[in-house]
């Protein structure tokens, strides 16, 4: 939940003054004044975001594999090639990557995602080609070895345990991912299964690296202060030699499971939890609206003290100890966004998932204030535009969204099609997506002893 100031004039206020910040800094922070987009010859995309106000520059590679690319027998695959990556090179030895860019006084790290893998490192601008040089070295030239391979996984297994099997929240997300959507898309966890990790070979990790890594498949996006021309003479240089070729990729046939589902488990909690996990519909142009909307709609629920949730179920009739909700606004496959509850003490699970859904039913009625909208659509203003201080995030932004094939020009547009939305647009995407037969409710209770 957001933590922000019960007070009603100062939201009237705040409102006031991001509608002046949207006004006088749109022209700084509009994508299209600042970048450049080409591709080379052999298909490598090139996003070049200038930011010129300190001397820090980011380097991004992107890569379009993740988890739901995979299928059953190589789940975690792509996370497990990540770790792989720091493993050395025709060039750089193990772990060298690393320590160049720390002793460059910079920072590096990567991530997977279930659309995308991506690689960065954040230095100062002097220091920018060293990293084109080293990442462009590491598309081509890994070396992946056996022994490697066979530390990594247990590293990978030990991740698992501790983020997913030790964490009752993660687990009982991944069931809900599992039975909405089978070993397809989004129901393939990132980490992997433990069985599918026990029996993956170096084969299949170098027909990954060969099949995806490929420069027809990647995104490099440099955002900060940066020379466009050396820049670019440097993207040349060392990526134009690389000539890997990508096989075409067909994702497998999606499916969701839209009727009532219970789960019911034990498990190492202190208070009880519920989750209400909802049908996210793959995000599309013609249904972006839709997708802002729901954004509002959850974050007029659960978004911060003021929020429904907030009021009437856990101060007025204090039924939960705390409300939150997992969304995500772009998904490139079918997703779920996920209600949740920590119940208090004497509330019975039913009670909480019908007060929740109650709520819902008295905004379908009675419909959204003034105030509310003000309050909503400027809590979601704030974060874009403070957000936006980051260079990382600026390029974790970019990255998202070219990989998930919606392209970065969606940011220009994003605060003006916030403000389109209406009050019934809210109400409709309530009625259509908040549906009392269409959804997987999931209690996880203490052990009994």
Same mark, same amino acid.
């Given at each position: ?32 004044d600042r970048i450049e987009e080409y591709y080379l010859d052999n ?149 992997g299964t433990n069985n599918d990790l026990n029996n993956i070979t ?17 995104? @490099? !996006?440099?955002? $900060?202060?940066? =020379?466009? *021309? ?11 030699? #690389? ?119 008295? @905004? !379908?009625?009675? $419909?959204?204030? =003034?105030? *509310? ?11 874009? #535009? ?64």
């Open positions: 939940m957001y933590k922000i100031i019960k007070n009603n004039n100062f939201f009237k206020f705040i409102f006031i003054f991001i509608a002046c910040i949207h006004f006088n800094a749109d022209a700084s922070i509009k994508f299209s298909g490598l995309k090139v996003i070049l975001l200038e930011d010129k106000r300190g001397p820090a520059v980011v380097s991004s590679t992107w890569y379009k594999v993740g988890s739901s690319y995979e299928h059953e027998g190589i789940t975690g695959i792509s996370h497990l090639l990540e770790h792989m990556m720091f493993k050395g090179t025709k060039n750089y030895k193990a772990g060298e990557f690393s320590k160049i860019i720390k002793g460059l006084g910079g920072s590096e790290n990567a991530f997977t995602g279930r659309d995308f893998t991506g690689y960065y490192q954040k230095v100062h601008k002097d220091h920018l080609e060293k990293c084109i040089k080293m990442e462009s070295d590491r598309m081509v030239n890994l070396l992946l070895n056996k022994e490697e391979l066979t530390t990594e996984l247990e590293v990978v297994k030990e991740e698992r345990r501790l983020r997913t099997e030790d964490n009752p929240i993660a687990l009982a997300f991944e069931q809900i991912l599992l039975q909405s959507f089978g070993y397809y898309g989004y129901g393939i966890p990132i980490v170096i084969d299949d990790v170098q027909s990954w690296y060969d099949r995806y890594y490929t420069p027809k498949n990647a995104i @490099l !996006i440099i955002a $900060g202060n940066f =020379d466009r *021309e050396k820049t670019k003479y440097w993207v040349e240089k060392y990526y134009s030699k #690389i000539h890997k070729l990508s096989d075409s990729y067909t994702s497998n046939k999606i499916r969701h499971k839209t009727t009532y589902n219970n789960i019911h488990k034990f498990s190492r909690v202190s208070e009880t939890i519920i989750l209400m996990s909802f049908l996210n519909p793959k995000y599309t142009k013609n249904n972006k609206m839709d997708h802002y909307a729901l954004g509002l709609l959850l974050e007029l629920m659960d978004g911060g003290y003021s929020s429904r949730f907030t009021k009437n179920i856990v101060d007025e009739k204090k039924l939960a100890l705390e409300t939150f909700i997992s969304y995500e606004s772009y998904p490139k496959e079918n997703n779920i966004f996920t209600i949740g509850g920590t119940l208090r003490q004497g509330t019975e699970p039913k009670v909480l998932q019908d007060a929740i859904l109650n709520e819902f039913n008295k @905004l !379908i009625k009675n $419909g959204i204030t =003034d105030e *509310e909208m003000i309050q909503i659509k400027s809590r979601l203003v704030a974060e874009n #535009i403070y957000k936006f201080d980051s260079l990382f995030y600026q390029a974790m932004n970019v990255g998202t969204l070219e990989t998930k094939n919606i392209g970065w020009k969606t940011i220009d547009e994003y605060l003006d099609d916030i403000d389109k939305i209406t009050k019934e647009d809210i109400i409709e995407v309530a009625r259509k997506y908040i549906t009392s037969n269409k959804f997987i409710f999931t209690i996880i209770e203490p052990e009994k002893i």
